[in-house]
């Protein structure tokens, strides 16, 4: 099994910056990618961005060029560093571990969510 726990979110005001960090433990050999999906209040998830073990990414159209997803190899743990906030970036954002990309990215774990709210 694989273990998620997500950190940094938060408060801050439209313009700021955060970045989120998902520290992974146990099957790690199974992970072949991470992503983060978000969820609004009355809203369906939605992934946000993810990032292949050999460093390909993909972005939801709406974080391009504002929303950066990196990961540390030795560390286990991918982060999300969030700039240029909107309020509509509010949300609860989810770290996910991903199965091979040959088979669709299954996930394998969901961390517990952690809040971010950007206030106008």
């Known amino acids: 099994q694989v273990q998620l726990v997500e950190s940094g979110g938060g408060l801050v005001q439209a313009g700021g910056s955060l970045r989120l960090s998902c520290a992974a433990s146990g099957s790690i050999s199974r992970i072949k990618a991470m992503a983060w999906e978000r969820q609004a209040p009355g809203k369906q998830r939605e992934l946000v961005a993810r990032i292949t073990n050999g460093g390909n990414t993909n972005y939801e159209d709406s974080v391009k060029g504002r929303f950066t997803i990196s990961g540390d190899n030795a560390k286990n743990t991918v982060y999300l560093q969030m700039n240029s906030l909107k309020p509509e970036d509010t949300a609860v954002y989810y770290c996910?571990?991903?199965?091979?990309?040959?088979?669709?990215?299954?996930?394998?774990?969901w961390g517990q969510g952690t809040q971010v709210t950007v206030s106008s």
């Open positions: 996910i571990a991903l199965g091979p990309a040959q088979v669709g990215f299954p996930v394998l774990s």
